[in-house]
């Protein structure tokens, strides 16, 4: 196996101290825990419609009710308060603000992320609103969703509303929350909404994710009267090559997974090898004529989301085993063929998480270092990092998450010494604030840092929480 950075030791580092201008946050997403699905105005989402077909999600859980967020905002304000949260990243729903196709905006669910932001800065906390994650309204997928460029014409839109609405208290702006997510897994492996299985249908979705992101940075500059920063999230590949082939395989997967993206918004162009090696499954002409240069917008700074590392090798056979990632790790199964070899993405060694994704620290500082060598006048944030694990509620109630705990004692010792080799890292959201909807995985798998009773909605710090408010407050990564 080949290994690009060997770890130096276990990551339990104690006496860490951040900078006082480091950002401390948590994160969530509208579906995962919102609720109120069929209310004040909001039409289905593609996860409504995925999520209630048969078979799509683990036990027919759906996102009807999720942690019932939208009707218990101000409890849940109070608790990040409590956290001592200094960020709170979250998403629009989208299907709440433009709920038909006649791009009527609802005003209903304008008010309800007005107060939630409002709320935020009452108790000294930042709103970082992701205008998109995953929850694309139905009514755009059925007139092709993310492979028809007027699904970016809808998005700008959208766009433009809440730059309005929001722009003169909203901290900072991200467009798309990890488009690689979006395209790969709704539109060619199928495993999230909407559950297509069409390689070339995933290139394009690709370019018009891209597209979006550059017109919305630009609609809602225009739009904004405040001063907020201006962001994307990606979730990245860290590879790792076995066999013969493994640095062609990690090129492969590094053009298509990684590339695909920070190539046309942080460079302004494709990568050659990315339209080479999928040449057999689309011609790009999509692509038009000034896209790159609307892609390719300025942001203040670049959201990166860490879970697992990948391994990968060149793969001879005619069809490679197939696995469901189904939520934010490595692709499962192989990726576009680029010649008469596939690649194949491989078991890893572990120790694991719940989800079965290996538990690599090393991984996120080799990450953010990679990033500023290649974009050294990009700042980076930390957007989602954490892990699930299979709670168990003590006799007294508590929760004693220890593995959670020493997952992210583990990974704020990564980005400590991202920070040491010069890294321009703004802050870490931990991924999650609260258990929620898990995507494809339902209510089966727990990343909150708060446990949430999918029957009584009761919320409980969980002993991870407990240490993450204890190192905001003193800034200090400690045992």
């Not at 048969?54 to 218990?72: F, L």
């Not at 900072?172 to 690689?180: D, Y």
Request: hydrophobic letters at 35%; charged letters at 25%; aromatic letters at 12%.
């Amino acid at each position: 196996m080949t290994t690009l950075f060997p770890p130096r030791d276990d990551y339990r580092g104690s006496g860490l101290v951040f900078p006082e201008d480091f950002t401390f946050g948590s994160a969530t997403a509208a579906y995962q825990i919102e609720g109120a699905a069929a209310e004040d105005g909001r039409t289905p989402s593609i996860w409504d419609t995925f999520s209630k077909t048969p078979g799509r999600v683990w036990n027919g859980d759906t996102g009807d009710v999720a942690c019932d967020h939208y009707h218990r905002v101000d409890e849940d304000l109070d608790l990040m308060a409590a956290l001592g949260l200094q960020a709170y990243r979250f998403s629009i729903a989208w299907p709440r603000i433009v709920p038909t196709a006649t791009g009527e905006v609802n005003q209903a669910g304008v008010d309800f992320y007005s107060r939630l932001v409002d709320g935020l800065l009452e108790r000294g906390i930042r709103p970082v609103a992701t205008l998109y994650h995953w929850d694309l309204p139905q009514y755009l997928e059925d007139a092709g969703g993310w492979t028809s460029r007027a699904t970016t014409d809808a998005f700008e839109r959208y766009a433009e509303v809440m730059g309005a609405a929001l722009g003169d208290r909203v901290h900072t702006w991200t467009t798309l929350n990890e488009p690689w997510c979006s395209a790969y897994l709704g539109y060619g492996q199928g495993g999230h909404a909407p559950g297509r299985h069409e390689p070339a249908s995933a290139l394009s979705a690709v370019h018009h994710l891209n597209l979006a992101h550059g017109r919305a940075v630009q609609a809602l500059r225009a739009t904004s009267t405040g001063d907020p920063d201006y962001s994307v999230t990606l979730n990245f590949h860290v590879l790792r090559g076995q066999g013969d082939g493994a640095a062609e395989a990690m090129r492969r997967i590094d053009a298509l997974a990684n590339r695909a993206f920070t190539g046309p918004m942080l460079r302004g162009e494709y990568p050659a090898d990315l339209l080479e090696d999928t040449a057999s499954v689309s011609d790009w002409s999509f692509v038009r004529e000034g896209d790159l240069a609307t892609i390719a917008q300025p942001i203040d700074v670049l959201g990166v989301n860490y879970y697992s590392t990948a391994t990968v090798r060149l793969w001879d056979g005619v069809s490679p085993k197939q696995e469901n990632d189904g939520h934010k790790g490595a692709t499962g199964g192989t990726a576009w063929p680029g010649s008469d070899r596939l690649v194949e993405f491989v078991e890893q060694p572990g120790p694991y998480t719940a989800m079965g994704w290996n538990i690599a620290p090393e991984g996120l500082e080799e990450l953010l270092v990679s990033l500023s060598e290649q974009f050294p006048e990009q700042p980076l944030m930390v957007t989602e990092n954490g892990a699930a694990f299979d709670d168990e509620v003590a006799p007294d109630g508590a929760v004693h998450d220890r593995e959670r705990t020493d997952y992210l004692r583990r990974h704020f010792t990564a980005a400590h010494r991202a920070l040491e080799r010069g890294v321009d890292l703004r802050g870490y959201f931990v991924w999650s604030l609260l258990d929620n909807f898990e995507w494809g995985y339902g209510y089966a798998k727990r990343f909150g840092i708060v446990r949430v009773d999918f029957d009584s909605l009761e919320r409980t710090v969980k002993d991870s929480g407990h240490w993450y408010r204890e190192l905001i407050r003193t800034r200090t990564v400690e045992a």
